[in-house]
């Protein structure tokens, strides 16, 4: 993730996206206003949570970069569109 210099192992990861309701339109919308990692801690900080500051951009390329060295996607069978399945 950039902006930190330590790796994080692999597992599961909670996101906490911070969002604002706009004013003033005849619909209901929502501007993003922050977006959080959360990263348990593990040796002497084992027990703790860090929140870290990171971008919905940041996310997407460390999911993408994980996807590309374990050669794995997001899909499964099961959540193949009629059009998507190929058999």
Do not use: C, I, W
Request: net charge negative.
């Amino acid at each position: 993730m950039s902006g930190y210099a330590d790796d994080l192992p692999a597992g599961d990861y909670e996101v906490l996206v911070e969002e604002e309701l706009l004013q003033g339109l005849s619909f209901e919308a929502y501007r993003r206003t922050a977006t959080y990692l959360t990263v348990r801690g593990k040796g002497r900080r084992a027990g703790g949570t860090e929140l870290r500051a990171t971008t919905a951009s940041d996310l997407e390329q460390a999911l993408q970069r994980d996807a590309a060295a374990t050669g794995t996607t997001n899909h499964s069978d099961a959540a193949l569109s009629p059009q998507e399945d190929g058999t």
